[in-house]
Nanobody, 123 residues
Framework: VQLQASGGGLVQAGGSLRLSCVAH????????SGWFRQASGKEREFVAA????????AYADSVKGRFTIFRDNAKNTVYLQMNSLKPEDTAVYYC?????????????????WGLGTQVTVSS
């Protein structure tokens, strides 16, 4: 499986971005997907995850109410809609495929990772 994330960029605080993650190869079929982020000098942290069916999304407390994860399985694509962005959201964002169908928050529950896309939020 190859995961290709895109949609990052530079945005002012309060703005929005939509990240996309396309799966090539064995696709997302039957597996949950997640987004993680890693700021400079920090560990990679969980952002959001969604079941293969598209239900039961999970979010980090820091993004609840601002970010929305959703998917289009026909397009093998998972999205992360990010609204009301803050400077502390600045990071490289990674998409990942889970080891099973249930949304998980731990990095160890994911076995395939994309290369990441940079999101920079200016104040």
């Amino acid at each position: 499986v190859q995961l290709q994330a895109s949609g990052g960029g530079l945005v002012q605080a309060g703005g929005s971005l939509r990240l996309s993650c396309v799966a090539h190869g064995r696709t997302f079929g039957g597996y949950a997907s997640g987004w993680f982020r890693q700021a400079s000098g920090k560990e990679r942290e969980f952002v959001a995850a969604i079941r293969w069916s598209g239900g039961s999304p999970a979010y980090a407390d820091s993004v609840k109410g601002r970010f929305t994860i959703f998917r289009d399985n026909a397009k093998n694509t998972v999205y992360l809609q990010m609204n009301s962005l803050k400077p502390e959201d600045t990071a490289v964002y990674y998409c990942a495929r889970a080891r099973g169908p249930t949304a998980r928050m731990s990095r160890t529950d994911y076995d395939y990772w994309g290369l990441g896309t940079q999101v920079t939020v200016s104040s």
